[in-house]
């Protein structure tokens, strides 16, 4: 099992900028993907972004390139996601989830693990 723990989300103006940490603990030999999901009432669980484990690759939603970065510190077995220039769009609910899985954002059925989400809002 591998229990993932997500920072306070926050609240913003159209603009600003925010920063979301998740560490990992437990079996985290098992996984070699963490990343970051978000969901609005209503809509279906989307991925933002992702990074394979031990400097492999990154992948991020079409929506969120250019102003997110999804980084990692091994040693701590912690993902952060930088996000810039938000947008009204990108308020959410965030979860952290890790997983095992190819290559690719995986869809969320393909990650094992989940966060208990963390609020972000973004005022126009």
């Known amino acids: 099992q591998v229990q993932l723990v997500e920072s306070v989300g926050g609240s913003v103006q159209a603009g600003g900028s925010l920063r979301l940490s998740c560490a990992a603990s437990?079996?985290?030999?098992?996984?070699?993907?963490m990343g970051w999901f978000r969901q609005v009432p209503g809509k279906e669980r989307e991925g933002v972004a992702v990074?394979?484990?031990?400097?492999?690759?990154?992948y991020y939603a079409h929506s969120v390139k250019g102003r997110f970065t999804i980084s990692e510190d091994n040693a701590e077995n912690t993902v952060y996601l930088q996000m810039n220039d938000l947008k009204p769009e990108d308020a959410a609910m965030y979860y952290c989830?890790?997983?095992?899985?190819?290559?690719?954002?995986?869809?969320?059925?393909?990650?094992?693990?989940w966060g208990q989400g963390t609020q972000v809002t973004v005022s126009s």
């Open positions: 989830a890790a997983g095992f899985y190819a290559s690719g954002l995986p869809p969320e059925n393909g990650m094992d693990y």
């Open positions: 437990g079996d985290t030999e098992s996984i070699n993907v």
């Open positions: 990074i394979y484990t031990g400097g492999g690759s990154l």
